[in-house]
């Protein structure tokens, strides 16, 4: 990716400490709901959402009914295109989804409805939340996909890759579970990439460059990423494992 350097990424591993933020989204609602998405708010997301009021059960697949093999996460699922295609594709998996933007728990609640998707829960809020209530190793997999880049180095600190979420994620994900990140900022990628490294949770698996160039086989195209590659931003693609 152009701009992306791994020795500078490395170089900034002494960064100042980073501050933890509780907000990690900007905006909560765009144009008006569909009627039929309004009926789904009422009708089916009550049913596919976790009840964060409660403990969460020990067996976190007991929140599903076809009792999953394993449980993946997506946060900020955004157009919800890449998390309906992983739930068709892997009907033995679980997905949670989280997303504070109301447009996007629609689309979600509409692709779900549409392809009689039982392996879906939504959260709809910030993830913060969620990520706390998660029990300690219940995930295989969380994928984070283009996440808001907050440009303005004042924002940065509300950025998702921080010292302190990698912490928070590393808790939820399995022994060798997978963090996935993509982003189409050159410098969030160095970013995130720094945080990484100096992390005592995480490895970047990547062993050569076409590891970060290209997405992972089973990844899902967004209509956000055709945006992107049409206004000439480069992808970069990250897997990070759990140690």
């Keep these: 990716m152009r701009g992306l350097d791994p020795r500078m990424a490395m170089k900034n591993t002494n960064d100042i400490k980073d501050h933890s933020a509780r907000a990690f989204f900007g905006r909560r ?39 999953p093999d394993q449980l993946w996460l997506e946060i900020g699922f955004g157009g919800a295109e890449h998390l309906i295609a992983q739930a068709k594709a892997n009907l033995r998996v679980g997905f ?23 392996n879906i829960r939504l959260h709809f ?10 029990p ?17 180095r004042r924002h940065w600190k509300r950025r998702f890759i921080q010292d ?3 912490k928070q994620l590393a808790r939820i994900l399995k022994s ?6 993509t982003t189409d900022i050159a410098n969030y990628a160095d970013y995130a990439l720094a945080r990484v490294l100096r992390s005592q949770d995480f490895i970047w698996t990547a ?11 089973d990844f899902y195209p ?9 206004e000439g931003r480069t992808p970069a693609y990250f897997i990070f494992r759990k140690i």
């Design 29 to 67: 609602k765009g144009h008006p709901l569909r009627a039929r998405q309004v009926a789904l708010f009422e009708r089916l997301l009550p049913k596919l959402s976790p009840d964060l009021s409660k403990p969460a059960p020990s067996d976190l697949s007991a929140l599903f009914d076809n009792q």
């Design 96 to 118: 949670i989804g989280s997303d504070g933007f109301e447009n996007a728990i629609g689309k979600a609640l509409t692709g779900i409805e549409d392809n009689t998707l039982g």
């Design 164 to 166: 302190n979420s990698l």
């Design 136 to 152: 300690e190793g219940a995930l295989s997999r969380i994928d984070l996909l283009y996440p808001d880049p907050w440009p303005k």
């Design 207 to 217: 062993e050569q460059a076409s590891d970060w160039r290209q997405a992972w086989p």
């Design 222 to 230: 967004t209509r956000y990423e055709a945006k992107a590659k049409r």
């Design 176 to 181: 060798g579970g997978e963090l996935r990140f």
């Design 125 to 134: 809020g910030d993830a913060s939340a969620l990520i706390d209530w998660l």
